[in-house]
């Protein structure tokens, strides 16, 4: 582990909050089968709740009361209860991390947001930063669009800013609320699968200077590296509509995971020295069974390398740049031994692939 530096950018803490309206898979699946299946699309309904009962998920965390999904909303509805939910779970993650770190509110210099499920002007970090009291001089970058990446890709950010400034702390915050985007005119099969899928969920990242990182839990972060991969648009993203954001996923994804990611892993750690046999901890965006199943084929991991993204889906469902956060917070209480690497890795529209070097 020649390249394993400890003067690094340290996490400090993690935390996650997510809406009250908390639900078994089950129940989810009956309402939003009800919301867009019509009564005679029996095999279409079938379909439907055979492919939420095979995610792995046991409950969501939903932004509205479940009954009430039952009834299409327009764009300023969405709009307006997106932001009043992104404000409670944004505010109360980023709230519980900086508690859970030691961190006063005027010592943060940057914060880094991310979501790919709703947008406003200014960005939604605007009214974090007051209602958190983080100082009126924070550096912001709000990050649109990165979907399931955007967790990772905002922690890589983080390093970023933090490599260049040893004394300073940076927070990251990820608000994604994808029940909102519900589309209850399109009964295509890549809508089957999104539907059964996300969930709602906050989830905020403290983090420290190399200077202050002898007073952090966590990782140190050691380096990072984003791939776009050319071509690939077609396979992941958020079509804009009326309807809000329309998710689309395309079946093809769980084979490129499979047949690319692996040669990308291998380069970037053969670029510190190390190979997949010396990673303690597997850090991974639980995109959902298929993608987990092909990560675990195809970088051979050993049994149980990814039960904790497992855990994260099976309690929150996929909810999108959060979801690795949490993966990353059911570590953080379970690390591994001190002077072992990690891995954080996800997958997110482009197709980008976003890797994180970690060291305990």
């Keep these: 582990m020649s390249d394993m530096s400890p003067a690094a950018p340290r996490v400090a803490s993690v935390a996650v909050s997510a809406p009250p309206h908390r639900h078994r898979q089950g129940d989810i699946a009956a309402v939003f089968a009800e919301a867009f299946l019509s009564a005679d699309a029996v095999v279409r309904r079938r379909q439907f709740t055979g492919i939420a009962a095979h995610t792995g998920i046991a409950y969501r965390n939903l932004s509205l ?84 990446a955007g967790g990772a890709a905002g922690l890589s950010r983080v390093h970023d800013y933090l490599r260049g400034r040893p004394d300073d702390v940076a927070v990251l915050v990820s608000v994604e609320l994808c029940s909102l985007n519900f589309q209850y005119a399109d009964t295509s099969v890549a809508n089957l699968v999104a539907t059964s899928l996300f969930g709602d969920a906050a989830a905020a990242v403290v983090v420290l200077g190399a200077r202050r990182a002898r007073e952090a839990a966590g990782p140190a972060l050691v380096a990072a590296r984003s791939r776009l991969h050319p071509g690939t648009e077609h396979l992941m993203g958020m079509r804009v509509g009326n309807g809000g954001f329309a998710a689309f996923l395309s079946p093809e994804v769980p084979g490129f995971t499979e047949k690319y990611l692996p040669g990308e892993v291998h380069d970037f750690l053969a670029g510190h020295g190390l190979s997949t046999d010396d990673v303690a901890a597997w850090v991974c965006h639980p995109g959902g069974p298929k993608i987990m199943e092909a990560l675990d084929r195809g970088l051979g991991l050993p049994p ?41 890795l996800a997958l997110g529209p482009g197709l980008t692939s976003e890797l994180l070097l970690l060291a305990w």
């Design 65 to 148: 009361p479940l009954a009430e999904y039952r009834r299409p909303r327009t764009f300023t509805e969405y709009k307006e209860t997106w932001t009043a939910t992104a404000r409670r779970v944004g505010l109360d993650a980023l709230e519980q991390a900086l508690a859970a770190a030691g961190v006063r509110p005027g010592e943060v210099g940057a914060v880094i947001t991310t979501t790919t499920t709703g947008v406003s002007v200014p960005s939604f970090d605007a009214e974090l930063i007051q209602r958190a009291r983080l100082p009126g001089h924070v550096a912001r970058m709000p990050l649109l669009g990165l979907g399931c």
């Design 304 to 344: 149980g390398a990814l039960a904790r993204s497992r855990d994260s889906l099976a309690e929150y469902g996929n909810v999108s740049s959060a979801s690795v956060l949490d993966v990353l917070r059911r570590t953080l209480a379970a690390p591994p031994a001190p002077g072992s690497a990690g891995l954080l």
